[in-house]
């Protein structure tokens, strides 16, 4: 299994940046992708971002040009960095990342991230 924990969410002012970081621990060596959704109140968790493990991305289209999402396999870890925040970007943030057991692929999710972008 696949254990995460995401890091480095707050509270900043619309047009200033933050990055997080989700940590990934267990069975690392089975991890293919990883990446990012987000969850505002009230809405569906929608998805922002994701990384291979040979670091292929993809985006949604909302945060295109503002967000980048990165990779560390040494580290087992995943970056979000977030620029130019709009409070519409407000949301729980939660790293997540594709695994294979065998024949099998699962996914692990962490307990998420708040990211308040005030106008």
């Known amino acids: 299994q696949v254990q995460l924990v995401e890091s480095g969410g707050g509270l900043v002012q619309a047009g200033e940046s933050l990055r997080l970081s989700c940590v990934a621990s267990?069975?690392?060596?089975?991890?293919?992708?990883m990446g990012w959704h987000r969850q505002a109140p009230g809405k569906q968790r929608d998805f922002v971002a994701s990384?291979?493990?040979?670091?292929?991305?993809n985006y949604a289209d909302s945060v295109k040009g503002r967000f980048t999402i990165s990779r560390d396999n040494a580290k087992s870890t995943v970056y979000l960095q977030m620029n130019s925040l709009k409070p519409e970007d407000t949301a729980v943030y939660y790293c997540?990342?594709?695994?294979?057991?065998?024949?099998?692929?699962?996914?692990?999710w962490g307990q998420g991230t708040q990211v308040t972008v005030s106008s």
């Open positions: 990384i291979t493990r040979s670091g292929t991305t």
């Open positions: 997540y990342a594709d695994y294979s057991t065998g024949s099998v692929v699962r996914a692990s």
């Open positions: 267990g069975s690392i060596f089975s991890i293919n992708a």
